[in-house]
């Protein structure tokens, strides 16, 4: 075969080639235009070529080259727009036939409303940016006072006056500044603490606040109502306790602990082996609390409590890692579209 019938049949060859995947592409480089390949491997016969037909001939074995190295783009082109399009798909995506599903919060948020709302109170909000008289002052943290290290604090321009509410108890105040008695108000929202977010913590999470403000109220009211609350949302078999504690705004303080609705109290993992997990503090308000907000506390007296929403819904549906909640994984989010 003369070296111009070679490159024909080469050309043929390198024109007819079709890869299915990258091996085959890689296959093809090598054979032809690698450094040992068939192509350089022509051009080392250039030499031999007779003077007058190099030009000729060189013409033939640059076209082939050329020809060879276009192949070798055109399907590189085809596969990298493969891969593209791949990565741009979003595997998490549901598959088309998914309806929506409520946020597990939002489907504690409402269960925990509505035992309320049969119970007479309403529903109150109050803002997510508050000032330090509302979430601290008024709630009986005095200024420089170690209590409000309880709560780190997202503060907004520099000014320690104006800041992300630590608590949902802001809502307590402005609520009780508007006058109107009594009161018997839930409040529901969002609430920010400057904390390093891990399994157990997040610096934005739920919380419902309760307060109840009339004449005579006591502490028996508190634990009525509370046990009631505990019942209606854990079931009828649930038992409570209340441990002392401490808060600025509450005297006395305490610590409501349900009987873990996984073991029945027997002791499991949820409930580290002790039958109870802690879902709430409360206590009765504080004088100091009522006077700052113009209530006169030789006449009424009151009961406040503060729970989050997160630690709750953990509970109910043994989910182990709070950060689920805000990642959005459709994975996750599913398994809740039953629930109402
Ligand atoms: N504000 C408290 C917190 O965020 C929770 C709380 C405790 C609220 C006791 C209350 C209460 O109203 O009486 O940790």
């Not at 909000?125 to 509302?134: K, Q, S, V």
């Not at 401490?246 to 029945?264: H, L, Q, R, W």
Request: with cysteine.
């Amino acid at each position: 075969m003369t070296l111009k019938e070679t490159i024909a049949a080469m050309l043929a060859e390198v024109q007819a080639f079709q890869a299915e995947n990258t091996d085959q592409l890689e296959a093809f480089r090598i054979k032809y235009l690698s450094k040992k390949g068939l192509i350089p491997g022509l051009f080392a016969e250039f030499k031999h070529v007779l003077p007058e037909e190099r030009k000729a001939m060189g013409v033939l074995l640059n076209e082939l080259k050329d020809k060879a190295q276009e192949r070798l783009d055109a399907f590189r082109e085809l596969n990298t727009t493969d891969e593209t399009s791949t990565q741009r798909l979003d595997l998490s995506l549901p598959s088309g036939e998914a309806g929506g599903a409520r946020h597990p919060i939002s489907l504690v948020r409402n269960q925990i409303n509505g035992i309320f709302k049969r119970l007479g109170f309403i529903i109150s909000e109050g803002p997510e940016i508050e000032d330090d008289f509302h979430n601290f002052t008024a709630l009986n943290f005095p200024e420089e006072h170690p209590a409000r290290d309880m709560q780190d604090t997202f503060f907004l321009h520099k000014n320690p006056d104006v800041a992300l509410r630590t608590h949902t108890s802001s809502v307590q105040v402005r609520v009780m500044e508007a006058g109107k008695l009594p009161i018997r108000i839930i409040a529901p929202g969002r609430v920010f603490r400057n904390e390093a977010i891990s399994a157990r913590a997040h610096c934005i999470f739920h919380q419902v606040e309760g307060l109840y403000i009339d004449k005579d109220v006591s502490f028996a009211d508190l634990k009525q109502t509370l046990y009631y609350f505990a019942q209606e949302l854990f079931g009828p078999e649930t038992k409570i306790r209340f441990r002392p504690s401490y808060f600025p705004f509450t005297e006395t303080s305490a610590e409501m602990d349900v009987s873990c609705n996984i073991c029945g109290g027997k002791g499991c993992n949820i409930c580290k082996y002790s039958g109870w997990v802690e879902i709430l503090g409360c206590g009765m308000v504080d004088p100091n609390v009522l006077e700052a907000c113009n209530i006169d506390s030789n006449m009424y007296t009151g009961f406040a409590f503060g729970m989050g929403i997160e630690r709750i819904t953990m509970m109910k549906y043994q989910i182990n890692d709070l950060r689920l909640f805000f990642e959005n994984d459709i994975r996750f989010l599913k398994q809740f579209e039953s629930a109402i």
